[in-house]
């Protein structure tokens, strides 16, 4: 067991360095507290075969836009890829979980033609 395990809502240090392709499941509306006694509501989305939310910022709510429609519906289902950002944000370094298109999925082998065999009749 971690520490990070007791945490409710994804980091940037989560990751890892690696760069997990997820699938949505929701996003919802949520009382966080970023700073100790003020609540403020904010989107929070959640990903299959996870726990862990990931608080939208601005920057990700616009990234979802762009790749699925202004509709909040929309994005439940679809495939996207998480990567933490190093940045420095007012003066110290931050680990900002950014939201990047899904690579696509392999293409499925085309299955081979069938052929003629002997308990098949002739045309």
């Known amino acids: 067991m971690k520490w990070s395990d007791f945490e409710h ?5 989560h990751l890892n360095n690696k760069k997990p392709t997820v699938t949505i ?10 700073q100790a006694g003020r609540a403020e509501n904010k989107p929070v989305m959640y990903f ?3 726990q862990k939310g990931l608080i939208l ?3 990700n709510q ?3 836009r762009a790749l699925f429609g202004n509709e909040v519906a929309a994005c439940e289902g679809q495939r996207i890829q998480l990567e933490a950002v ?3 944000v007012a003066g110290r370094e931050t680990l900002p979980v950014r939201i990047n298109p899904a690579p696509a999925l392999p293409a499925k082998p085309a ?4 052929t003629q065999t ?4 002739a045309n």
């Open 57 to 59: 910022s601005p920057t």
């Open 62 to 64: 616009r990234t979802l």
């Open 86 to 88: 190093a940045m420095r």
């Open 111 to 114: 299955e081979p033609p069938q």
């Open 9 to 13: 809502y994804l980091k940037g240090e």
């Open 118 to 121: 002997e308990s098949q009749p």
């Open 25 to 34: 499941r929701e996003i919802v509306i949520e009382e966080t507290h970023a």
């Open 48 to 50: 299959q075969g996870s």
